[in-house]
């Protein structure tokens, strides 16, 4: 009979009759995404780092090229849209499940086989977006101290070749972006210590292509190193590029008018030496501190000491001599492994907790 009757299958065995796409099939979980400052990008399950004590070694994370560290870490789901800014003033965006996942150890897959960037551009900022909603925005902060409020409808078609996303000076570059509901205030925090936060709404909304407006009065070669919402979490962790760091309360930044100097808030000193991150956490957050060799510590942050406005902090990371933090994430918990933990050593080193007066 097969021989007599035998031919290839007619009819096709698919999903179409019950409207269910290849997307549909995919898990949504959490994930974590990293990419370095060269431009490999990964995507990575949550439960490849525990949490350790302050003071620890950390796990060994990404396999880096010299002069390559991770620059950006995050965490998202499978099925968010992930909006990629660059140096230029464009943005790209990807389904999460398209970054190609690997392990904790592998160097990932250069972003200029996902995206197509134009020649000299660079990703300078990454955030996850689940929805483009009316009454939303995207508040974008620059190196050099400027701030731009856009609905976010306006990016809700983003094409392969990119998207106009902000004008910029020669000089400057984003460095942070947030999805924000006209609701919050906005913390900005420079590397040299200082403070402002002030209300979104002093920001008025202005078009994609449009260059935005003074956020903070910048000091000589000082530059902003992180933007936060006041919404984020009860506390600032400040973190320095020597690996110091403490928790202080929102509160004690109080709103001021959009442009001003702010306030100080780190005590910069040959020990700590300059600002490199700033997160709002909650007692019971968790961050990831990565340093420029790859290794990366998670932590409890209810472990952090709670340190006024003008202090220096505690050791958060042990770090070899020469070698300095480089960026630092909010994660949520989540299941840990114990494979290939480094042993924390004893840390014995505190921190100057005496305030000053300003």
């Keep these: 009979i097969a021989e007599k009757y035998g031919d290839d299958r007619r009819t096709s065995i698919g999903f179409d009759a019950y409207d269910i796409s290849m997307e549909d099939m995919i898990p949504r979980e959490n994930t ?50 992930v909006m990629f800014f660059t140096n230029t003033g464009r943005v790209y965006r990807l389904k999460a499940y398209e970054i190609p996942e690997a392990g904790r150890t592998a160097r990932g897959t250069a972003i200029i086989n996902l995206l197509q960037l134009m020649p000299g551009e660079r990703i300078t900022s990454v955030i996850p977006i689940s929805k483009f ?37 020669d000089d400057d570059e984003l460095i942070e972006v947030k999805a924000t509901d006209d609701k919050k205030d906005i913390i900005l ?26 956020g903070i009065n910048l000091l000589d070669g000082d530059e902003v190193v992180a933007m936060q919402l006041n919404t984020q979490g009860y506390y600032l962790l400040v ?25 100080k808030c780190y005590k910069i000193t040959e ?41 220096s902090g505690v050791k958060l990371i042990n770090l070899p001599e020469g070698d300095k ?14 494979d290939d933990l480094v042993e924390p050593e004893e840390s014995t080193e505190d921190a100057e907790n005496v305030e000053t007066e300003e």
């Design 239 to 263: 973190v320095s590029e020597n690996g110091m760091g403490k928790r202080t309360s929102v509160s004690e930044f109080t709103c001021q008018n959009r442009g001003g100097k702010g306030v």
């Design 32 to 81: 974590v995404i990293t990419m370095t400052k060269l431009g490999y990008i990964k995507r990575m399950t949550v439960d490849n780092f525990r949490s350790q004590n302050r003071g620890g070694r950390g796990i060994k994370g990404m396999q880096t090229l010299d002069d390559d560290y991770i620059e950006e870490l995050m965490m998202t789901t499978t099925h968010h849209y």
């Design 133 to 169: 909603e009316e009454g939303h925005y995207l508040m974008m902060a620059t190196r050099k101290g400027l701030v731009k409020k856009t609905p976010i409808r306006d990016y809700a078609n983003v094409r392969k070749v990119g998207l106009a996303a902000i004008s910029l000076r």
């Design 325 to 338: 933090v480089a960026c630092i994430a909010k994660v949520r918990r989540g299941d840990e492994s114990e």
């Design 271 to 311: 020990k700590t030496g300059n600002v490199v991150g700033m997160k709002a956490v909650d007692e019971d957050s968790e961050i990831m501190i990565i340093n420029t060799e790859g290794i990366i510590i998670r932590m409890k942050c209810d472990g952090i000491s709670e340190l006024g406005r003008v202090t």
């Design 189 to 214: 925090i420079t590397k040299y210590g200082q403070c402002i936060r002030f209300k979104e709404t002093d920001v008025r909304s202005t078009g994609r292509v449009s260059m935005g407006v003074r």
